[in-house]
Structure formats: structure tokens, C-alpha cells
């Protein structure tokens, strides 16, 4: 990789806002709101104006276009917007690398990275209906009673099991240091609620293999991430955490409909990790402290296998309870407590995380943290990855 | 080979209907028929399922559909407890599967396995096709599986 054609160190993420995040349906404000208020915060945080945002770049179909949003927010100049398209929360990762290729390109010089639910204004993830009839993908599954995102990934959860004999007890101890961090976190919907063997043993099928805490929560609210350039960074609020690698990825035919993509049993991240850590100019064993997207815990085993982080052969050793937690832990995992038990904000929580962790923010603070990974969205069709670094990692 | 049944295994989900731009009409009149057909590439000879414009391995646009052994084995599973459309809420359990045609370029088809839904499922399984007949609007025929 060219260091010509590289974003490492070239951008940094200045400013992270969060609104509450709410148990789904349960937010009094629109979904609309909570977006602003998530930029309001960010931007609070930066030390910057709202109005100097010029760029915006979400994923996911969010709802929340930019046109909008810089009207509400009386930007001068949009010179920017950008979705980009994925199932789930893949593109959390790819928001942000999105905002950076547009500051690298001159396109724009303060970009905001978002993305806004709110369930009970417009219906919830888990759950299913109607009775109009379904075409083209949906109609190979659908009649089927395959409609959740849970039974959209079980089934390559399954296959994953039965090719390298691992999972389960990894799938508990992910499940269980999500809990554990969130303990810590007042912001985490979780807080207050924690989970022991006993209780993810003895906890429903959701659908086999994935028992209840094995599922992302669902929920209202909205975050948002500031990108500027590296060199206008060093004069703003909070010390800035470098964008040092970002990619993202789908396999052969990650997209084929009715369970076809090529290579079954993987988290999509394959193609990006063969780019992430030359373009990091690092290795997996520099990573300090690691946000990995669980919509399922299943999908997290594969992630930090495809990460480099384990093997398929060491995965159930690693991956404990032990080493997971940022008190002590080998490989800190999702120290907000994530996806199951901080927030589903479509992964942007976990990026955001990842800053905190840099900048020494973290309520579960990994001592001397320098590299932070976070990805989003596995086993999704298009996956991505981003590592942020503090100066020093930079070099 | 394979076998036709008029009992609805998950009434009340939503009917498929072909999509609007035709491409995948000729399997749905399939099952109707009681036949399992899919894509093939009349240039290359690859098997594709879902249904596409163009093959993905060779690009060529020149796509026909033919009828292939209803029959396969097992590549994975679900059993899926939590009812998420009101269809399935008093329904219980019910089994998933993803069944690969070897005979037909690998391709990978979801249905359900008919059957005890606590029954054991084994990865590697014979499994043979059950045309489920439904009366819809317009009536309709699904695919489903059995142990073989």
C-alpha cells in the first residue's frame, strides 16, 4: 500500500455524541431529534460549531438525510453526503472511513459519521408481520419463517460450529464480559443488570444455536462521530484519535440471496483484514483493546478469528471470561458492554467506544491503550473495520 | 424422488409471488408442477440459484432453467423457538434448513424439515423434496424437505 493512496494517521475522530439510549420504543423524541441532538453533542464535545460541518456520511438506509439535517442545522456549505449500503450495522465502520476518504480527497473538511433509530416511530428489527405477499429474496425465506436477523445468521452460526468444533463456551464468555463492562457504564441500557454461566445456560432459544443472550438488544437513540483533518485536530477540545486503517468488505458473492455466498462460514471481514493492518502499518498483536460487533455472539468468534486475533484452533482457550475483560484481560472486548448490553445503535456505539478508549475515556479503561479496533456488522454482505490510534501508536 | 402435500406447515406467513420484473417466474410455475427447477448457464453449464440476469461465472447473459433431482443434503440448521410474526405464536418450535444440491454446481436452498421439529438434525443428511400445495392469492407451492 502506497503511502500516497493511505489515510492512516491523515484524520482523526475529534468529537463523539450520544444521546440516552433507550429501551426500543421508549424514546419520547423522533428519530429525527435524537440524530440532532447526537450532533449537537459531538460537536459540543470537538469544540467545534455545528455550522462548520460541511460533510455527512451514514449507512444502513438511515432514515436522517443529510439535505435535512444541514437545514436544521443551518449548515452554509454541503459539500458533501454519502450512504453507504449494507445489511445490519455493517457500514458503522464505513461511515467513518467514508468521512476520512472524503477529507484525504479535499471534498469536505468537517464530515459527521451517524446514524439515529427509533423503534417505536417506526417498528422494531425483531420482529416481523403482515400479510402482503413477498418477491425476489424475501420469498425464498420468508414462507419459511426465516425473517429475523437472528434467523438470518443462525444458520451460518451452525455451520461455523460444526466445521471447527468451537463456539459455545466463546459464544458465553462474549456474551458474559458485555454484561460485565456495562456494569461500569451508567450509559449502558444493561447497567445494573448482570449475567453469570448460569444464567446465559438457562436462558431461551431464541433460535438454535442462539440463546437469548446470544442477540443484540434493540433500541432508541442516536450517536455521531466527528472527522477532521489530523493537523486541525491538535487544536480542538479532546485529544484526537487517529484514523489509522479503515476498510471494508464482502466476500465471493457475499451478496447472494437464499444462503449462497460462497464461503459460508465467514464474518465478511476476510478481504478487509488482508488491507487493515498494512494500511495500520501494524499487527494484530499490537491491537490494545478490541470493539467487536455482536449482533450475535457467534458472528463475534468468527470476527476476531478473521481479525487474527485468535485461530479456530485457540479460539475457546482465549476467548474467556478472564481474558475478555478490561480489568486484567488479555484481548479487552467491548468494554461500553456493545451491542448486547450497552446499546444497538448499528455498531456506531462501538466506534465511538473505540475513541474513548484512545483518548483514556473509557468507563472500563484499558491501562495505557494505544490501538483500538472496532468493526461492525459480521456475516453481513459488506463488513467494515477501523482501527484508531493514539499519537504515539502513529510514530 | 420427491413427494406433494395439501398441509400447510407454517400457515399464515406471507405467500412468494414472482417478482415484477420476471426473473424468477419460472420457478414458481415449477413447483407448481411439482418440479424443482433452477438456473443454468447455457454458455458455461453452472448452476445458479438465486436467480440472477447474468452467471456468475462466465457473465454471459444467456440464461436458461432446468429441472434438477429434487434431492440434497443438509449444510445447516436452525430451530427457531421465539415467534417473531404473529403467525407463530402458539406454532412451538419448528426446524430450518439449508440444504446444498450437489448434482446441481453446489447451489444452497431454505426450507423447512418436515417432520418432529425436536428431532435430531445431522449436517451431511440425505434429504428429498415435499411440494407443499397452498391455496393463496393466486395458490402457490413451496419447497419443502424430509429425511431422506
Redesign the interface.
Known amino acids: 500500500m502506497s503511502d500516497d493512496y493511505n489515510l492512516r494517521g491523515k484524520v482523526a475522530v475529534v468529537g463523539v455524541g450520544e444521546t440516552t439510549y433507550y429501551k426500543h420504543g421508549q424514546s419520547a423524541d423522533p428519530e429525527f431529534v435524537l440524530v440532532l441532538k447526537a450532533i449537537l453533542a459531538a460537536c459540543a464535545d470537538a469544540g467545534l460549531n455545528p455550522k462548520d460541518i460541511d460533510g455527512f456520511c451514514s449507512y444502513s438506509n438511515d432514515r436522517n438525510d443529510p439535505p435535512r439535517l444541514a437545514n436544521a442545522l443551518g449548515i452554509p456549505e454541503l459539500r458533501y453526503s454519502n450512504m453507504q449500503w449494507t445489511s445490519g450495522g455493517g457500514g458503522a465502520a464505513a461511515a467513518v472511513q467514508n468521512a476520512a476518504g472524503a477529507i484525504v480527497a479535499g471534498s469536505a473538511d468537517v464530515v459527521v459519521a451517524y446514524r439515529g433509530l427509533a423503534q417505536g416511530q417506526f417498528g422494531r428489527f425483531?420482529?416481523?408481520?403482515?400479510?402482503?405477499?413477498?418477491?425476489?429474496?424475501a420469498?425464498?425465506?420468508?414462507?419459511?419463517?426465516?425473517?429475523?436477523a437472528?434467523?438470518m445468521y443462525?444458520?451460518?452460526t451452525?455451520?461455523f460450529m460444526?466445521e471447527h468444533g468451537v463456539g459455545r463456551d466463546a459464544m458465553r464468555s462474549i456474551a458474559m464480559a458485555c454484561y460485565h463492562h456495562a456494569q461500569n457504564n451508567p450509559r449502558a441500557v444493561m447497567h445494573g443488570r448482570t449475567l453469570d454461566e448460569e444464567t446465559y445456560d438457562s436462558s431461551?432459544?431464541?433460535?438454535?444455536?442462539y440463546r437469548l443472550f446470544d442477540c443484540c438488544l434493540e433500541n432508541d437513540g442516536a450517536a455521531a462521530i466527528i472527522v477532521t483533518r489530523a493537523d486541525r485536530a491538535k487544536d480542538l477540545a479532546k485529544p484526537p484519535a487517529l484514523l489509522l486503517a479503515a476498510q471494508q468488505s464482502g466476500g465471493h458473492?457475499s451478496g447472494?440471496?437464499?444462503?449462497?455466498t460462497t464461503d459460508?462460514v465467514t464474518s465478511s471481514f476476510k478481504p478487509a483484514v488482508k488491507y487493515l493492518y498494512k494500511q495500520a502499518g501494524i499487527t494484530a498483536a499490537d491491537v490494545d483493546v478490541v470493539q467487536s460487533y455482536e449482533n450475535f455472539t457467534g458472528g463475534v468468534v468468527m470476527s476476531l478469528i478473521e481479525h487474527g486475533l485468535c485461530t479456530y484452533e485457540n479460539a475457546d482457550e482465549v476467548l474467556t471470561f478472564d481474558n475478555l475483560r478490561a480489568d486484567g484481560g488479555t484481548l479487552p472486548l467491548n468494554t461500553s458492554g456493545g451491542n448486547l448490553a450497552e446499546c444497538y445503535m448499528h455498531g456506531l456505539g462501538l466506534q465511538v467506544e473505540a475513541v474513548r478508549q484512545i483518548r483514556g475515556e473509557s468507563s472500563n479503561q484499558v491501562a495505557n491503550a494505544k490501538v483500538a479496533l472496532a468493526n461492525a456488522g459480521p456475516m453481513v454482505p459488506v463488513a467494515s473495520t477501523a482501527i484508531y490510534g493514539t499519537q504515539e501508536a502513529l510514530g | 424422488m420427491s413427494r406433494a402435500t395439501n398441509e400447510p406447515h407454517?400457515p399464515g406467513?406471507?405467500?412468494?409471488?414472482?417478482?415484477?420484473d420476471g426473473?424468477?417466474a419460472p420457478f414458481?410455475e415449477g413447483t407448481r408442477a411439482h418440479e424443482l427447477r433452477v438456473q443454468h448457464c447455457t454458455a458455461c453449464g453452472v448452476h445458479q440459484?438465486?436467480p440472477e440476469w447474468m452467471c456468475?461465472e462466465c457473465n454471459s447473459m444467456s440464461l436458461d432453467w432446468v429441472t434438477v433431482d429434487p434431492v440434497g443434503k443438509i449444510?445447516?440448521?436452525?430451530?427457531?423457538?421465539?415467534p417473531?410474526?404473529?403467525a407463530?405464536t402458539d406454532r412451538g418450535?419448528?426446524i430450518?434448513v439449508?440444504v446444498e444440491l450437489p448434482h446441481a454446481s453446489n447451489?444452497?436452498?431454505?426450507?423447512?424439515l418436515l417432520g418432529d421439529p425436536m428431532q435430531e438434525i445431522e449436517?451431511g443428511a440425505s434429504v428429498s423434496v415435499v411440494f407443499e400445495d397452498r391455496e393463496?392469492?393466486p395458490d402457490f407451492t413451496?419447497v419443502?424437505w424430509e429425511v431422506a
Do not use: C, F, K
Open positions: 425483531g420482529r416481523s408481520g403482515g400479510s402482503r405477499p413477498v418477491s425476489g429474496a420469498a425464498y425465506t420468508l414462507p419459511y419463517g426465516m425473517m429475523s437472528a434467523q443462525a444458520m451460518r451452525t455451520r460444526h431461551r432459544w431464541i433460535t438454535e444455536p458473492r447472494a440471496t437464499a444462503e449462497n459460508y | 407454517l406467513l406471507r405467500q412468494p409471488a414472482p417478482s415484477n426473473l424468477d414458481w440459484w438465486g456468475h449444510y445447516s440448521w436452525q430451530r427457531p423457538h421465539h417473531v410474526h404473529s407463530l418450535p419448528y430450518i439449508l447451489i444452497r436452498m431454505v426450507g423447512n449436517i393463496g392469492d413451496l419443502q
